[in-house]
């Protein structure tokens, strides 16, 4: 697992070359006179140049970013469609399911983040909160998340909704949050969770996970659906007579999700299986720099 | 129903392989463990029925579609009521309306088109019966090949044709039938009065075209012949045939302008009413153009016994006519052909030309019977007057009427001989009564039921009033037009008043610039208390000749009896009409008109020719001399020439009556001729001038027509035919089968289509492009 998420990471950040300057802002700030007891390395001496005077180059104040990942272990991310792209690394029956493709991501964003000197967390949830890894920066663990990601999961039966409503204990005060799941529940009730967790100072980004089979319900013949949640439901159908119904269905759904995280100003990331992992490795990245960036300036409207 | 291949409908069967599959396929089915399970649960229970309803059509589409084609493959027959079991013989009745429109170019020849077609589509063993309608007697039955030869030599020149009475006698000869399956086919050109009893007749006389009286019953009658189909065993179906709808494409591909329309001749006339050796006679006709094109330029010839008389050129403006007339005086008496014919090609050949039998006679013989002895003067008045009347202008023996004078007992004699013996070389013409007292005075032996009996056959007798008349023993009869009152001397002399146009021959006398009718002054009349101011419109079937100018009859005519009746007598004491010059020619056409009343008769084609011994008798007086013995009846052996020419031997029906001649589908001339006659006779077999307008029935009339009668209507050969074969043989009906299948076929391909490449709708950018909160600037 490991692998896979360096390989997506480096495979991401191939060809660039940029320093990382650990414990330190690169964001500028400001100029102010030089003070004696200053460190000389901080006086801007094109400015001394120009003006004769002595200016201290004054950076922002290091924020290192808290991330908690949520992974959704319920029976629906079991789901394995043909299209799914190969993560042979860390699928179990030679299908790579939707929670296999959330594991693959979820560590690729820990490595990406704990490379960064990014303190990153862990939650894994399905009808309730299992396996809880506070936020740590120390690079030793990467391997303890990847231990409990790589852990076999019981599946079964979720509410999406309680298991948000009970996250944010379990949380830190501020940090990002990062939701891997399908989304697959009553989205009235996901959005209400969503909102307490805003008010404790998350950004959330959910990245809903489905397979492609659930977006355009590729079937035609006889039938018999069996739930992944609760196996013992079933029902035999017409796919092809179901189909126009389904897509409508999961259109209206899925449209309410993204109009809740809207609402709320919560990332939604739509993900399928199908697509490369690393290119939802680069959405994440991408995303996170905007909030970095939207943090910042809310910092300094704090000032 | 039946089936031409009937193996093949056990092929339906197989109906069962899509219903095994549906089956065999309905507990086969994949399992997919599904997350999204809470989106398909509520979809579920709403398709779940639509589901169900689908695939049991889809299930019945798929089983009906190999029992449409097993089907189909096996040719299935289906038949109406009526018709035959496939092979069983038929018995065709044809009726055929032979009359002359139906010999218009187009029509005939569609006609015959029509009917070989079918008779050549029957089997061996069918039978036909051909009803013609200018022939009497429905045909034996005959095979399909004799009839075509039947078929073709029909002269197609009848009278006018009742359809009514053609399909009733088809209805009839369904009972000559041999086998049960009977079918009629009524073929006519459905002429416009074809189904009204009489038909117009062209009336020179009036100077108008008579109406026809319209039957309203021909409906119902046809529905009655209808319910007499429908009860015989199996029911007869009915077809018409109707040539004439053909005539539109005729007109089209008529090359010839000329022959497009059809010129006609119409009767002759005769209008001197009796012709007589060295009397000029006028002969009228009418050609009449029923084109919507000018004739050009005719040549109109008539003939007279196969000699040129005249000749007359004339050009018609379309739908128009024009009077032809031809003068002539015969030079001896006898009957004569007369021929009008007019050069020119047109669609009916045969009214091209028209004939006419003008009888002449020597001279105009009238009895005078006076009840008052010659030797009485005051009497002799009267019958001098009228005498010198009739002769005037002519030399004596030379004049064209002979008067005879009868006492009464006389004319007993006369009367008691002339019934008794057949010889009618003492036939008179015309006979007047002068003042005679009583019917007893003129009745052989005093029997009024002898004179009675005598009147019956007598030519035509003038009855002039006198002081010596007892009205009390004429009206004890009932013979005379008028019942007789008292004779009344008038108050004040009064005239004669013009002549009513119901006697129409007077009209040149009244029209003339001096008024002859009112120079004459009644002075004494019969009052005839039931008669006078007799209504000329016609109330009863008497008719008023002449009256006076204050409306009182003069003379009455009976044209029942044929008995003239005077209000005055001939002599100067009752009136001045003796007197005056209007008594020459008004007694004078009096006996020439009812003279010549009657003449030759003429009969439709098809209708037989009688002759009476009286007939072979007046031909007998013209040439032999009075005296001559009794001639032998029996042994008279009568040739009849046809206007063809052939010659053909008269049965006499019996000796005692007369012959009879039926073989008349020809129109023309017929001379009968036996060694006993000096002359032939002469009958005359016309058709109406009717026959050759071409109209047709309007299609509404002939379609409640047709539907009374239960009857379909066929135009052409090929609806004929097949109608014919549908009700023999039935409908195949593997063409909309197939179609069935076909379109089962397609429905099931579209549906299937329609299930597997639905379209499905993109997802929307909403949900494919994730969403991104607004992030604070």
């Known amino acids: ?303 | 129903m039946t089936w031409l291949n009937a193996l093949m409908a056990t092929a339906s069967l197989s109906f069962v392989v899509p219903l095994a599959i549906h089956l065999l396929y309905r507990n086969r089915f994949r399992t997919v463990d599904w997350g999204a399970m809470f989106l398909i649960k509520d979809l579920v229970q709403t398709n779940r029925r639509s589901m169900r309803w689908q695939q049991w059509i889809l299930l019945l589409i798929r089983c009906a579609i190999p029992v449409l084609l097993a089907l189909a493959m096996a040719r299935p027959l289906v038949s109406s009521l009526q018709s035959a079991a496939g092979t069983a013989p038929l018995s065709l009745i044809l009726a055929i309306d032979d009359s002359r429109s139906m010999s218009a170019t187009g029509r005939r020849e569609n006609l015959l088109a029509s009917l070989n077609a079918l008779l050549e589509s029957l089997s061996s063993g069918d039978e036909v019966i051909l009803v013609a309608a200018s022939q009497p007697e429905a045909s034996l039955t005959m095979s399909a090949s004799r009839a075509q030869v039947k078929l073709s030599e029909l002269p197609f020149d009848s009278g006018p044709c009742d359809l009514v009475v053609l399909m009733s006698r088809a209805v009839d000869a369904c009972s000559d039938a041999t086998y049960p399956h009977r079918k009629i086919i009524l073929a006519s050109d459905f002429q416009d009065d074809a189904d009204q009893v009489e038909v117009a007749e062209l009336s020179l006389d009036q100077g108008s075209q008579a109406q026809p009286s319209t039957s309203n019953g021909a409906v119902s009658r046809f529905g009655e012949l209808r319910s007499r189909l429908d009860q015989m065993n199996p029911a007869v179906g009915v077809d018409w045939l109707a040539v004439g709808n053909q005539d539109a494409s005729t007109k089209k591909s008529a090359s010839d302008q000329t022959a497009v329309g059809n010129i006609s001749i119409a009767p002759l006339v005769q209008k001197t009413p009796v012709a007589l050796v060295g009397q000029p006679v006028t002969l009228l006709s009418r050609v009449m153009n029923h084109s919507d094109r000018d004739t050009g330029t005719l040549q109109c010839r008539w003939t007279i016994d196969d000699a040129l008389v005249s000749e007359q050129t004339l050009r018609l403006e379309p739908n128009r006519w024009q009077t032809v007339q031809c003068e002539y005086t015969p030079s001896q008496a006898g009957n004569s052909s007369v021929r009008v014919d007019c050069q020119v090609v047109d669609r009916i050949a045969a009214d091209n030309r028209r004939h006419m039998v003008l009888s002449v006679a020597p001279t105009v013989r009238v009895g005078m019977v006076s009840s008052v002895p010659n030797e009485k003067l005051q009497s002799l008045a009267a019958v001098e007057f009228l005498q010198l009347a009739l002769t005037l202008g002519a030399k004596p023996n030379e004049s064209p009427i002979q008067v005879e004078r009868f006492s009464p007992r006389q004319f007993q004699r006369w009367v008691e001989k002339s019934t008794s013996s057949s010889d009618h070389t003492e036939a008179f013409d015309c006979w007047f009564w002068l003042n005679v007292a009583s019917p007893q005075q003129m009745a052989p032996r005093g029997q009024v039921a002898l004179l009675e009996d005598w009147m019956r056959n007598a030519p035509p007798v003038v009855f002039v009033d006198g002081d010596q008349v007892r009205s009390e023993d004429w009206n004890a009869i009932d013979l005379l037009p008028a019942k007789l009152g008292n004779r009344i001397r008038l108050d004040s002399e009064t005239s004669l008043a013009m002549p009513d146009r119901r006697y129409s021959v007077w009209q040149n006398l009244a029209n003339a610039d001096d008024d002859l009718f009112a120079s004459v002054q009644i002075k004494r009349r019969r009052v005839w208390p039931d008669a006078d101011r007799t209504d000329a419109s016609g109330t009863d079937d008497r008719q008023m000749w002449l009256s006076s100018i204050t409306g009182d009859a003069v003379i009455v005519h009976d044209p029942t009896t044929k008995i003239t009746q005077f209000a005055i007598s001939c002599d100067d004491q009752d009136s001045t009409l003796p007197l005056r010059p209007v008594c020459v020619p008004i007694l004078q056409q009096l006996v020439y008109d009812l003279s010549g009343r009657g003449g030759v008769s003429k009969v439709l084609p098809g209708e037989a020719i009688r002759l009476e011994r009286s007939d072979i008798a007046e031909s007998r007086a013209m040439e032999i001399e009075s005296g001559t013995s009794e001639p032998n009846w029996q042994s008279m052996a009568l040739m009849a020439t046809d206007p063809l020419g052939r010659s053909i031997l008269v049965e006499p029906l019996t000796a005692e009556t007369g012959w009879h001649f039926d073989d008349t589908l020809v129109s023309g001339v017929y001379q009968f001729d036996a060694p006993e006659l000096r002359s032939p006779i002469l009958r005359l077999v016309d058709v109406p001038a009717s026959e050759s307008t071409l109209g047709i029935m309007p299609e509404e009339r002939r379609d409640a027509l047709a539907e009374a009668a239960g009857a379909r209507q066929c135009d052409d050969a090929e609806t004929l035919l097949a109608a014919t074969e549908l009700d023999r043989y039935g409908r195949e009906i593997w063409r909309p089968l197939m179609m069935a299948t076909l379109a089962l076929l397609i429905i099931e391909l579209l549906w299937q289509q329609r299930r597997s490449i639905r379209p499905v709708a993109p997802m929307s950018d909403t949900t494919r492009v994730s969403s991104q909160p607004e992030v604070a600037a």
């Not at chain 1, 309730?128 to 740590?136: C, E, G, V, Y």
């Not at chain 1, 939604?268 to 300036?297: K, S």
């Open chain 1, 1 to 303: 697992m490991q692998i896979v998420a360096r390989e997506s990471v480096e495979g991401l950040t191939a060809g660039r070359h940029r320093s990382i300057h650990q414990g330190s802002s690169i964001e500028f700030r400001e100029h102010r006179p030089y003070v004696p007891g200053d460190d000389l390395k901080d006086i801007d001496w094109k400015v001394y140049g120009k003006s004769d005077r002595l200016y201290v180059r004054q950076f922002e104040d290091e924020t290192n970013l808290q991330c908690t990942i949520m992974i959704d272990r319920s029976g629906s991310m079991n789901y394995a469609g043909e299209r799914a792209v190969n993560l042979s690394a860390v699928t179990r029956e030679g299908k790579t399911s939707k929670q296999d493709y959330a594991t693959a991501l979820a560590a690729a964003i820990a490595y990406a983040l704990l490379s960064k000197q990014d303190a990153v967390g862990l939650l894994t949830f399905d009808t309730r909160i299992r396996d809880s890894l506070p936020p740590r920066t120390r690079s030793s663990h990467l391997h303890a998340l990847l231990s409990v990601l790589a852990a076999a999961h019981r599946g079964g039966e979720t509410e999406l909704a309680d298991v948000l409503a009970a996250a944010p204990a379990k949380l830190p005060r501020r940090g990002i949050t990062v939701l891997l799941t399908d989304g697959f529940g009553d989205v009235s009730a996901i959005g209400q969770s969503l909102a307490a967790m805003r008010s404790r100072k998350q950004d959330v980004m959910i990245m809903q996970i489905l397979d492609r089979d659930e977006i355009d319900f590729p079937f035609n013949d006889r039938i018999e659906f069996r739930d992944l949640e609760r196996p013992d439901q079933r029902e035999l159908v017409d796919a092809r007579s179901l189909k126009e119904s389904y897509l409508e269905s999961i259109r209206r759904h899925n449209a309410a999700l993204v109009s809740i995280c809207n609402q709320r100003r919560i990332d939604h990331v739509m993900l399928t299986t199908d697509e490369p992992l690393v290119d939802a490795l680069a959405t994440f990245l991408h995303r996170r720099r905007a909030l970095i960036v939207g943090r910042g300036a809310f910092a300094r409207g704090g000032r």
